[in-house]
T-cell receptor
C-alpha cells in the first residue's frame, strides 16, 4: 500500500531535549516536505527536499533541521525544542515537486514541548 | 502567490450532491487549482486538481469557470465520511512544491 509513515505519532518532551521525528515513504517519490499545523494559522511549510541531499527552507524553518540521505526518508530534527514548537506536524511526499502531481501526507505527529 | 476565498462552512444532507465554491480572481495562467481535504485527526488528503478543463475522478468532480476566476468542487453523493475541511489551493507549475493552505471550508454532513 502506498503510504507516508511518521513516528512517533504522539510525543511529549521537555524544553531543550533533542528529538527526531521520522518520515518515510514507499512510493519512490523525489519530493518530500514538512508542515506544521497550528490553530488559526493553518498548515505552514517548514522544510522541503527536491531529492536526495537537496533540501531547502520553507516558510517557518527556525528551530528545525532536516536531512535527506536516502530517497525514502526525511527526518525532522529539533535540536533544542521550545514550547512554541508545540504543534501538529505532517510529512508529505510527491513524485516530483511540480505541483501537477498530487501530494501524499502522513498521519501526523502531535508534539508537546513543556 | 494567488489567493483563494472559500466559505467558512457548509452543510449538506447525506446522499445529496455538494457544491463547494472557491474564488480565485487573481489566478495566473500557469496556476493549477488543487483541492485537498482533511478529515478529523488525519493528514490532508488529495481530492482533485485541474488547470483549465473540468476534471472527474472517483472522489469528485472539479468544475472550472471559463475565465478561471472561480471553481467548484462537486461531491456527487455526500456521505458521513465526507465531513472534513476542504481546501482550495492554487499553485504554479515548477515552483517549490509548497501548498499554501488557507482556512478552508468545513463541510458538515447530516444523516
Amino acid at each position: 500500500e502506498a503510504q507516508v509513515t511518521q513516528n512517533p505519532r504522539y510525543l511529549i518532551t521537555v524544553t531543550g531535549k533533542k528529538l527526531t521525528v521520522t518520515c518515510s515513504q514507499n512510493m519512490n517519490h523525489e519530493y518530500m516536505s514538512w508542515y506544521r499545523q497550528d490553530p488559526g494559522l493553518g498548515l505552514r511549510q517548514i522544510y522541503y527536499s527536491m531529492n536526495v541531499e537537496v533540501t531547502d527552507k520553507g516558510d517557518v524553518p527556525e528551530g528545525y533541521k532536516v536531512s535527506r540521505k536516502e530517497k525514502r526518508n526525511f527526518p525532522l530534527i529539533l535540536e533544542s525544542p521550545s514550547p512554541n514548537q508545540t504543534s501538529l506536524y505532517f510529512c508529505a511526499s510527491s513524485f516530483r515537486p511540480n505541483l501537477a502531481y498530487e501530494q501524499y501526507f502522513g498521519p501526523g505527529t502531535r508534539l508537546t514541548v513543556t | 502567490d494567488a489567493k483563494t476565498t472559500q466559505p467558512n462552512s457548509m452543510e449538506s444532507n447525506e446522499e445529496e450532491p455538494v457544491h463547494l465554491p472557491c474564488n480565485h480572481s487573481t489566478i495566473s495562467g500557469t496556476d493549477y487549482i488543487h483541492w485537498y481535504r482533511q478529515l478529523p485527526s488525519q493528514g490532508p488528503e488529495y481530492v482533485i486538481h485541474g488547470l483549465t478543463s473540468n476534471v472527474n475522478n472517483r472522489m469528485a468532480s472539479l468544475a472550472i469557470a471559463e475565465d478561471r476566476k472561480s471553481s467548484t468542487l462537486i461531491l456527487h453523493r455526500a456521505t458521513l465520511r465526507d465531513a472534513a475541511v476542504y481546501y482550495c489551493i492554487l499553485s504554479d507549475v515548477g515552483n517549490t512544491g509548497k501548498l499554501i493552505f488557507g482556512q478552508g471550508t468545513t463541510l458538515q454532513v447530516k444523516p
